[in-house]
C-alpha cells in the first residue's frame, strides 16, 4: 500500500492549511489512518487517528478542536484540516496505515507510511 501526503507548506500564524492522505488502496483489513508530526529534535508524535469507516476520530489536545480529520471514500483519501495554525505547529507531517491492534497511537500498529510533507508555521 502506497500512501502519498500533499498539502504542506509555509503559512502564517492563525493561518490554515489542508494535508490530503491519498492511499493506493484500502485493504479489507484497514482498521485506522493516523496522523502523525515530526518536529526538528523532537521525537515523533501522533496527533489524530480515524477509523478507516470514518466511524470514530480521536484528536490529541494539542490540535483538538483546531484540526479535522475527513475521508473521502470514493477517493481513497484521507484528509487534516488545520486551522488556527501556531509556529509550534511547524514539523513535518506523516500519515500512516494500520492494518492491525498494537500499542501505537489509538491501539493500533502503522505499517505503511507516506513520506511526509513539511509544514512551516512563520511570519
Known amino acids: 500500500v502506497d500512501l502519498v501526503e500533499s498539502g504542506g507548506g509555509l503559512v502564517q500564524p492563525g493561518g490554515s492549511l489542508r494535508l490530503s492522505c491519498s492511499l493506493s488502496?484500502?485493504?479489507?483489513?484497514?482498521?485506522?489512518i493516523g496522523w502523525f508530526r515530526q518536529a526538528p529534535g523532537k521525537e515523533r508524535e501522533g496527533i489524530v487517528y480515524i477509523h478507516t469507516d470514518g466511524g470514530f476520530k480521536w484528536y490529541d489536545a494539542s490540535v483538538k478542536d483546531r484540526f479535522t480529520t475527513s475521508r473521502d471514500s470514493a477517493k481513497a483519501t484521507v484528509y487534516l484540516q488545520m486551522d488556527s495554525l501556531k509556529p509550534e505547529d511547524t514539523a513535518n507531517y506523516y500519515c500512516a496505515l494500520a492494518l492491525r491492534y498494537g500499542e501505537a497511537l489509538g491501539g493500533y500498529e502503522y505499517d505503511y507510511w507516506g513520506q511526509g510533507t513539511q509544514v512551516t508555521v512563520s511570519s
Open positions: 488502496e484500502f485493504p479489507p483489513n484497514s482498521k485506522a
